[in-house]
T-cell receptor
Framework: QKEVEQNSGPLSVPEGAIASLNCTYS??????FFWYRQYSGKSPELIMS????GDKEDGRFTAQLNKASQYVSLLIRDSQPSDSATYLC??????????FGKGTMLLVSP | GAVVSQHPSRVICKSGTSVKIECRSL??????MFWYRQFPKKSLMLMAT?????????EQGVEKDKFLINHASLTLSTLTVTSAHPEDSSFYIC??????????????FGPGTRLLVL
């Protein structure tokens, strides 16, 4: 069974700190990895995608992928209160349907 | 970036009526569209997957006769909640898989439709 696991949180960090969100997946042949952000009462918004091992940076966000360990993470530098949301990790194999984790709630305190 | 619209954003209806929700990919052609439901403070739940011109594939436990999906074109999919009941009240979110020219296909979400059945 394909699964994506995330710690539900909440993960609490002070403003300006680095928030580290982690995700593990069970399907070894997964090829594409995504991080979505979902504010309360809103739909998910794609913030990062990563397809190969290593780091991918986009502004304050860095996605890290380690296929050997079946692990993908999202780092948010200089966290802001506006980053407080639920972060969903999603994985798929080629053109299959995305498998979502249950999400990690991030709380950034001023 | 790729934009997915959804209409209406909010609907209130009486029990027993049917409600249609539209999902459109505005600047790309969506090979596949997905419909999700989300209850308050709960995870996204995939209801069905649809490809243009073919019947939708429903997830286990989702009644296909109650949640009618039509994927008429590469930019439009509709979900009709038939004979709605209060327990159908939820946040319905569509998603479209596709991408802008030169970009890898990705799944983009619409803004969601909040349905309240009285």
């Amino acid at each position: 069974q394909k699964e994506v696991e995330q710690n539900s949180g909440p993960l609490s960090v002070p403003e300006g700190a680095i928030a580290s969100l982690n995700c593990t997946y069970s399907d070894r042949v997964s090829q594409s990895f995504f991080w979505y952000r979902q504010y309360s009462g809103k739909s998910p918004e794609l913030i990062m995608s990563i397809y190969s091992n290593g780091d991918k940076e986009d502004g304050r966000f860095t996605a890290q992928l380690n296929k050997a360990s079946q692990y993908v993470s999202l780092l948010i530098r200089d966290s802001q209160p506006s980053d407080s949301a639920t972060y969903l990790c999603a994985v798929n194999r080629g053109y299959s349907t995305l498998t979502f984790g249950k999400g990690t709630m991030l709380l950034v305190s001023p | 970036g790729a934009v997915v619209s959804q209409h209406p954003s909010r609907v209130i209806c009486k029990s027993g009526t049917s409600v249609k929700i539209e999902c459109r990919s505005l600047d790309f052609q969506a090979t596949t569209m997905f419909w999700y439901r989300q209850f308050p403070k709960k995870s996204l739940m995939l209801m069905a997957t649809s490809n243009e011109g073919s019947k939708a594939t429903y997830e286990q436990g989702v009644e296909k006769d109650k949640f009618l999906i039509n994927h008429a074109s590469l930019t439009l999919s509709t979900l009709t909640v038939t004979s709605a009941h209060p327990e159908d009240s939820s946040f319905y979110i569509c998603s479209a898989r596709g991408g802008l020219a030169g970009q890898q296909e990705t799944q983009y979400f619409g803004p969601g439709t909040r349905l309240l059945v009285l």
